[in-house]
C-alpha cells in the first residue's frame, strides 16, 4: 500500500509536466488546435481542481469534463419520480446524501423531507436492508444510483434480502452503465475528443476489455487512471506517448487498484440481479439504448418501479441551467450563464452544482478565482 504523499510530490508532478510538454511539441498542436481529452469520471474533475492540474499544463493541450457523474447525470423526470416514491404513505426513502438535493420540477428530496415525509440518508444499500428488518410494517426503498462502482452492492443486498425473505425491502434503480455513454459521446457531431481518461473505479468491476471498441472503431487512445494528481498527469503522458506513435490502445495506469479482467464476483452478483433497459434517459445526452439497469424478472419483487406508481415522465431542465452541455463537454462550467450567481451550491439550479463529483461544484468550490478571470476575458 503506498501513502498518498507519494501521489502528491510537486517535484515529481513538474517532471510530467515537461514530459507532456516535450511530447505535445512532437504532436504538433497548439492552442489554436489543442488536443482535447475527456476525463470520463467527476473524482478525476475534482482532482484536476482541487490540485491546479488544469494550471500547470500547456495551453495546447484541453481537458474536457465528461458525464461521469451518475447524480448530474439523473433527468428531472426520474428525481420526480423518487420524490413521488418518498411521499408515498408510509414509505421510507433511503437515499445517498448526494441525491438529497438535486431539483427536481418542483422540489427536492430535501424538501420533500422537511414537508414530511420520511427520506433517510445511508452510506450503502446495506443500510437500507437493515432499516427494512427493523420496520417489517412499512415499505423501505432504495435509491440505487451509480455507474458499475455501485452496481454490485446494491445487486449483493438483493441477494441478501432475497436470501433472508425481507418482503419489504425495494430498489428504485436508477444505475447506469459506462460504455453506451463514451458511445454516445464519441457519436455526438458537436464533440471532437482525441483521447480519454478512463474511470478507475468502474474499471476495477468491469476490467480493461468493454472499453477496447474506444480505439478499435474510432482510433481514439484510453487510458484507465487513478484519482490522485500524478496518476492523472501519468495518464495524460500515456495518451501523448499513443499519440506520438500513431497508436490507440487500452493502457491500465490504475494498477495498483484495477485488474485488467475485472472483479468477476461483482460481475457474477451483477448479472444475476440486473438486466439491460431498452433506454434510459440521461440529462443532456437523452435517451440512450441499452444504457440502464433494472432488476431482472426473478427479482422483480424488490423492483419499486413495479409495486408503486410513478409519475414516468421526461421533463425538461430550466431553461437557465445548461448542465445537459456541460454534462456533454460542449461548454465549460463558467460558460452556463447562470454559474456562480443565481445557481452555486447553496441554491443549486441544476444537478452539475450539487454532487460532489459535479463538474460545476469542481470549478465553484477549486476554480473560483480563475473562473472569474475567465469571464472578465470572456466579456
Same mark, same amino acid.
Given at each position: ?89 408510509? &414509505? #421510507? /426513502?433511503?437515499?445517498? =446524501?448526494?441525491?438529497?438535493? $438535486? *431539483? ?5 428530496? %430535501?424538501? !420533500? ?26 415499505? &423501505? #426503498? /432504495?435509491?440505487?444510483? =451509480?455507474?458499475?462502482?455501485? $452496481? *454490485? ?5 438483493? %441477494?441478501? !434480502? ?32 482525441? =483521447? ?11 476490467? %480493461? ?47 495498483? %487498484? ?122
Amino acid at each position: 500500500m503506498k501513502y498518498v504523499d507519494e501521489f502528491r510530490d510537486p517535484v515529481a508532478g513538474k517532471k510530467m509536466v515537461e514530459k507532456i510538454t516535450r511530447l505535445l511539441e512532437q504532436t504538433g498542436r497548439t492552442a489554436d488546435d489543442p488536443i482535447k481529452i475527456m476525463e470520463v469520471c467527476g473524482g478525476h474533475t475534482h482532482s484536476i481542481f482541487k490540485f491546479g492540474l488544469e494550471e500547470m499544463l500547456p495551453d495546447s493541450i484541453e481537458l474536457v469534463h465528461g458525464p461521469g457523474c451518475p447524480v448530474c447525470v439523473l433527468p428531472v423526470g426520474r428525481v420526480d419520480d423518487a420524490i413521488s416514491l418518498a411521499e408515498e404513505p408510509n &414509505v #421510507i /426513502f433511503c437515499t445517498f =446524501g448526494d441525491a438529497l438535493r $438535486v *431539483p427536481g420540477s418542483k422540489k427536492s428530496l %430535501l424538501q !420533500a423531507k422537511a414537508e414530511g415525509a420520511d427520506i433517510r440518508t445511508v452510506y450503502s444499500p446495506s443500510d437500507a436492508l437493515a432499516i427494512a428488518r427493523d420496520n417489517p410494517d412499512r415499505p &423501505v #426503498i /432504495f435509491f440505487g444510483l =451509480g455507474f458499475e462502482t455501485t $452496481v *454490485p452492492s446494491t445487486a449483493l443486498t438483493v %441477494l441478501e !434480502a432475497d436470501s433472508e425473505g425481507v418482503e419489504n425491502f425495494f430498489v428504485f434503480s436508477n444505475h447506469i452503465t459506462i460504455v453506451p455513454t463514451i458511445k454516445a459521446i464519441l457519436d455526438s457531431p458537436d464533440l471532437r475528443l482525441d =483521447g480519454f481518461i478512463g474511470p478507475g473505479h468502474v474499471t476495477m468491476v468491469i476490467g %480493461l476489455e468493454p472499453y477496447r471498441f474506444v480505439c478499435e472503431t474510432y482510433n481514439k487512445p484510453f487510458v484507465v487512471s487513478g484519482f490522485e494528481p500524478l496518476d492523472v498527469l501519468q495518464s495524460v503522458v500515456l495518451l501523448l506517448e499513443q499519440m506520438v506513435a500513431g497508436e490507440a490502445r487500452v493502457d491500465n495506469q490504475y494498477r495498483r %487498484l484495477v485488474p485488467d479482467h475485472g472483479n468477476p464476483a461483482a460481475l457474477s452478483a451483477i448479472t444475476q440481479v440486473f438486466e439491460l433497459r431498452s433506454f434510459f434517459e440521461w440529462r443532456g445526452l437523452g435517451s440512450i439504448d441499452n444504457s440502464g439497469l433494472r432488476l431482472t424478472e426473478r427479482f422483480a419483487r424488490f423492483d419499486a418501479e413495479q409495486r408503486f406508481k410513478t409519475p414516468a415522465l421526461s421533463v425538461a431542465d430550466p431553461k437557465a441551467c445548461q448542465c445537459g452541455e456541460v454534462l456533454k463537454g460542449a461548454i465549460k462550467p463558467w460558460q452556463c450563464k447562470v454559474f456562480g450567481t443565481s445557481c452555486t451550491p447553496e441554491t443549486p439550479i441544476g444537478s452539475c452544482m450539487v454532487s460532489s463529483e459535479g463538474a460545476c461544484a469542481a470549478y465553484y468550490n477549486y476554480g473560483r478565482l480563475n473562473t472569474l478571470r475567465r469571464l472578465k476575458v470572456a466579456s
